[in-house]
């Protein structure tokens, strides 16, 4: 099979850098990024380490640059590197859980987040039968995923044989029957994704997954491949199935994720800077899981480092990937909408943002407004003197962090688009299947919802399907003043939703998530008598104890006792500080965005915890809220403390 143009630099770039020609480092540097990134992305498939273990075969390769004798053979040896970096953070992690119960707890539980399957699905808009390859690769072993890397990108044409059969240190012979092997199983993977996604499913199989929660592994794949196997209508899924070869010729690589910034990678070998992990994968204390804000291999640059070259392909390829979003508008932000404006309701109730209704987990329900509101604020009662002047300010340059975890809640507004992009947030929401007069950033994606009852129409599900690979089930099905359902009628409703495809989160309740025999606590169990598929459990927070430690303990039980009944992992899609108890009641500005930098550490610590989101972008410039921006350019107090939240 013919290659197409590769990426990567050449030989001549390659000995200049060896040279010390400072400019032909830096674009060596970024040039291999890419490469690097989708050989450990997809072998780790996304997991948390996957930054740290990019930087660190980036730095072993500048290292060892004055090593390498022939710069023909660059990639060769850098995709060894890359293979053996993989391998040591696989050894380190095998470790860890040998050591830890509670560690094995936390890394078992998958992270959509980072799910590098998901990432390919969502970036490169693939057809049918490509998404089901990378699908399937969720259910295959790591050994066969770090297979599945090399020869994934060369069947794209970004390697060659004899780079994949240097990699894995084997001869040409022994690699022939290990890939062989592999693609037996991403075949037989192919047809149980296939199998999973019919519509009806075959009741053998629907009977074979009783109690499965919808999470691919090995114990799961035994199981379910023995009754595909061996059931004349899953085989049948097999036909028109095409060679994986065919489907995988061709495709980009993904492009690179704007956190990974080849600058760092140089700033770590200035003097006086340090890699964080130079140790490799061993360095890390076993056992141990840092949180996010402490991860190693990302020290702090003070000025760029790049050259202008260098930069240029880094900006290339996040274009690319913004390009590439299904049902995303451009990087550029749309015109912005009049002040306060809300578009007006659809069939899929979901235009426009809801109430935010909730209380502290100790705290009864409270009555909330019948309507949301017209404007991106809650509606005021009365509140301290104090807190009538939310201080507010332009965005200081500089001073927004980026996360794939943060993300906001976010409404149409004048400079929505504008503020999206500046408040630093990896993900948003817009409590519908679309976001319109929304312009997503290339750092950011979106995550579609299902609102209600009316949401549940085969137009809004096509839409969510477009959208990306999650989806957020009902909107606070426990009020009135919301979706308001039964959990018997949530749950009829369920299978559609769980036949969109997507990695599927739970219903949003307002409050009371950990009680047994409340609302999301009868759902759950209702789903798991029928086999219904639920990922994760989707929560709301509100607190009305406006003092920080407290209400960062307050929020942060809330999160553990909701872990501990159902073992899923979470996403905190509502959370703020407001006082329902008796109307709606706000901190002073300062307050706010003092429990914004306690509550983000403190959820950056909880490794159940995969994503959380700020109620709301949008904040009201003639009183109190909880919102971060005032319009496209000026953050609250609150907003600059989340720009600065890891």
Known sequence: MPNTGRSGPDAGTV?????????????????????????????????????????????????????????????????????????????????????????????????????????????????????????????????????????????????????????????????????????????????????????????????????????????????????????????????????????????????????????????????????????????????????????????????????????VLVAAAVLVGAELVPGQDAVPAAAPAPSGAVAPPTAAEAAAPPEPDGASPSAPPTPSPSAPPASPSVPSASVPPSATAAASAPVAQGAVVASARKGVGVWSFAGASQALAASGAGWY?????????????????????????????????????ANGPYLLGFNEPDMAAQSNLTVDRALELWPQLMRAGQTLGSPAVAYGADTPGGWLDRFMAGADAKGYRVDFITLHWYGGDFRTPQAVQQLTSYLEAVHRRYRKPIWLTEYALIDFSGGTRFPSAEQQAAFVTASTEALDALPYLQRYAWFGLGADPAGPSSGLFTDGTTATAAGRAYQAAR
């Not at 409590?431 to 750092?443: E, V």
Request: net charge positive; glycine share 10%; charged share 25%.
């Open 429 to 465: 929401y817009t409590w519908g299947t679309q976001h319109p007069g929304i312009s997503t950033p290339a750092s950011a994606s979106f995550v579609p919802m299902i609102w209600g009852a009316s949401s549940v129409t085969d137009a809004a599900l096509a839409q969510a399907r």
């Open 15 to 311: 000995a200049a850098a060896r040279a010390g020609d400072r400019q032909a480092l830096e674009e060596l540097v970024a040039r291999s990024l890419p490469l690097v990134y989708n050989i450990v992305g997809r072998a780790l498939n996304g997991h948390a380490d996957t930054d740290d273990v990019v930087q660190e075969t980036l730095l072993r390769m500048v290292r060892g640059l004055s090593e390498l004798r022939d710069p023909a053979a660059f990639r060769s040896w850098l995709v060894a590197i890359a293979v053996r970096q993989v391998r040591n953070r696989q050894q380190d992690r095998a470790a860890a859980l040998d050591r830890s119960a509670r560690i094995e707890e936390a890394e078992a539980i998958p992270d959509p987040a980072l799910d590098f399957a998901g990432l390919t699905i969502l970036r490169l808009g693939l057809t049918e039968q490509r998404r089901e390859i990378a699908e399937a690769t969720r259910w295959l072993d790591p050994d066969d995923r770090e297979l599945l890397a090399l020869w994934w990108l060369k069947e794209t044409g970004e390697l060659e044989q004899a780079d994949l059969v240097a990699a894995l240190g084997l001869s040409s012979g022994h690699a022939a029957v290990r890939t062989g092997r592999m693609k037996k199983q991403l075949d037989l993977a192919r047809l149980l994704v296939r199998a999973l996604a019919a519509d009806p499913r075959c009741p053998g199989l629907a009977t074979a997954t009783t109690g499965w929660d919808g999470t691919p592994g090995p114990l799961w794949r035994k199981r379910l491949a023995r009754h595909v196997r061996d059931c004349a209508r899953c085989t049948g899924e097999r036909n028109g199935l095409l060679p994986a070869e065919r489907l995988l010729y061709g495709l980009p690589l993904l492009a690179v994720p704007p956190s990974l910034d080849p600058a760092r990678i140089l700033a770590a070998l200035a003097p006086g800077g340090h890699s964080g992990s130079s140790g490799g994968a061993q360095g890390r204390g076993a056992g141990h899981r840092r949180p996010r804000s402490a991860r190693a291999g990302k020290p702090v640059l003070t000025k760029p480092v790049l050259g202008g070259a260098a930069l």
